[in-house]
T-cell receptor, first 113, second 112 residues
Framework: DTAVSQTPKYLVTQMGNDKSIKCEQN?????MYWYKQDSKKFLKIMFS???????INETVPNRFSPKSPDKAHLNLHINSLELGDSAVYFCASSQLVEEDTQYFGPGTRLTVL | RKEVEQDPGPFNVPEGATVAFNCTYS??????FFWYRQDCRKEPKLLMS???SGNEDGRFTAQLNRASQYISLLIRDSKLSDSATYLCVVTPPMGAGNMLTFGGGTRLMVKP
């Protein structure tokens, strides 16, 4: 009965590959997010997705593309992986777009070799 | 200047001690404020919201000073289980969405 789940938990891949990380929430929330936590432990928002509206953080390279088949899922696809993409990626969800508690998934540790 | 700044620590304290963390934020129009806790290799979890009037939850007290743009967290009677990284979090002004901005975190280590 995990609230926000992510797969895979660990992902090791070569530079240049394309990979996807999946996220699912069973909380009935309308809004989902992707965050990146780098080696210095800074957590930064990448995307926010509320129903059909995607809010893109302008600092995110366009190699990163979120895809939401329905409001319970927000997957992250990454093209042409680079060494600097190595990080922990956290998915999160909240009921409301504004001022609402966000619940985080367990994270996906991505290592690009 | 970073949007949310925290002393990274680590703060090494003995069990039973009182410890306080501060955090400053740059956007005076920030709407909401939170403290999250992150254990090693785990996801962040909400510890408490921070209100202008101050709020307390057991051994934890949070304060917000909008004029000075800083937030504090006080932990009384520290337990070993309080060892973690504490993340100061702010949200943008109303209407700008709910994308949390995290500080770099303050690491707390409570020793026996």
């Amino acid at each position: 009965d995990t609230a926000v789940s992510q797969t895979p938990k660990y992902l090791v891949t070569q530079m240049g590959n394309d990979k996807s990380i999946k996220c699912e929430q069973n909380l009935g929330h309308d809004t989902m997010y992707w965050y990146k936590q780098d080696s210095k432990k800074f957590l930064k928002i990448m995307f926010s997705y509320n129903n059909k509206e995607l809010i893109i953080n302008e600092t995110v390279p366009n190699r990163f593309s979120p895809k939401s088949p329905d409001k319970a899922h927000l997957n992250l696809h990454i093209n042409s992986l680079e060494l600097g993409d190595s990080a922990v990626y956290f998915c999160a969800s909240s009921q409301l777009v504004e001022e609402d508690t966000q619940y985080f998934g367990p994270g996906t540790r991505l290592t690009v070799l | 200047r970073k949007e949310v700044e925290q002393d990274p620590g680590p703060f090494n304290v003995p069990e039973g001690a009182t410890v306080a963390f501060n955090c400053t934020y740059s956007n005076s129009a920030s709407q909401s404020f939170f403290w999250y806790r992150q254990d090693c290799r785990k996801e962040p979890k909400l510890l408490m919201s921070v209100y202008s009037s101050g709020n307390e939850d057991g051994r934890f007290t949070a304060q917000l000073n909008r004029a000075s743009q800083y937030i504090s967290l006080l932990i009384r009677d520290s337990k070993l289980s309080d060892s973690a990284t504490y993340l100061c979090v702010v949200t943008p002004p109303m209407g700008a969405g709910n994308m949390l901005t995290f500080g770099g975190g303050t690491r707390l280590m409570v020793k026996p």
